[in-house]
């Protein structure tokens, strides 16, 4: 069965502390997103990546990157944490050219940033 | 732009009752629909797609939606809604980009749907 894991549920961090939110998926995806989701404004795009060491910047990328060093691992990194990325965050993955084909989502991390 | 409108923030239905979770979209082409359900704590799960053929079609949990081309939606619709049904529920276009593009989705503000026993 297909299979996105975000390593964490729940995280809680410090202003100005640099975080990492990693993301591993076991179906051989080419394609690799993360969205931040918060209450009345839905899921918004951070980044995604089509290929190991490639990456896009979705709609809201400040703040943020991102690393792809392997096919199967997404990570998004907070450089300098901020108590306005305290947020809902969501990985997925996709066959590459699947545009008909549904994103396949982890459980999310639920990152608060005091 | 693309964009996705769910007007409804948060219905609340008696248990039994029919349901209707409206979503519009504004995109210029023919564009690749789906609906997903997160239940409290979890990741979206998908409910149905829509890519081409039949306007009408079904999904998991008894859930149906249709589309209609002239009116720019895509309703979701469940003839009789269960206490387990209590979710939020994102209607969401997929563009048929590039191949370095594929699969990148614009999803609306969600429903938060409340089911009354």
């Known amino acids: 069965d297909v299979k996105v894991t975000q390593s964490s549920r729940y995280l809680v961090k410090r202003t100005g502390e640099k975080v990492f939110l990693e993301c591993v998926q076991d179906m051989d995806h080419e394609n690799m997103f993360w969205y931040r989701q918060d209450p009345g404004l839905g899921l918004r795009l951070i980044y995604f990546s089509y290929d190991v060491k490639m990456k896009e910047k979705g709609d809201i990328p400040e703040g943020y990157s991102v690393s792809r060093e392997k096919k199967e691992r997404f990570s998004l990194i907070l450089e300098s944490a901020s108590t306005n990325q305290t947020s809902m965050y969501l990985c997925a993955s996709i066959r590459q050219g699947g545009s008909n084909q549904p994103q396949h989502f982890g459980d999310g991390t639920r990152l608060s940033i005091l | 732009a693309q964009s996705v409108t769910q007007p409804d923030i948060h219905i609340t239905v008696s248990e039994g009752a029919s349901l209707e979770l409206r979503c519009n979209y504004s995109?210029?082409?023919?564009?690749?629909l789906f609906w997903y359900v997160q239940s409290p704590g979890q990741g979206l799960q998908l409910l149905l797609k829509?890519?081409?053929?039949?306007?009408l079609v079904q999904g998991i949990k008894g859930f149906e939606a249709e589309f209609k081309r002239s009116q720019s939606s895509f309703n979701l619709r469940k003839p009789s809604v269960h206490w387990s049904d209590a979710a939020e529920y994102f209607c969401?276009?997929?563009?048929?980009?590039?191949?370095?593009?594929?699969?990148?989705?614009?999803f609306g503000q969600g429903t938060e749907l409340s089911v009354k026993p």
């Open positions: 969401a276009v997929g563009a048929p980009l590039s191949y370095n593009q594929g699969g990148k989705l614009i």
């Open positions: 829509y890519f081409s053929g039949d306007t």
């Open positions: 995109y210029g082409a023919t564009p690749y």
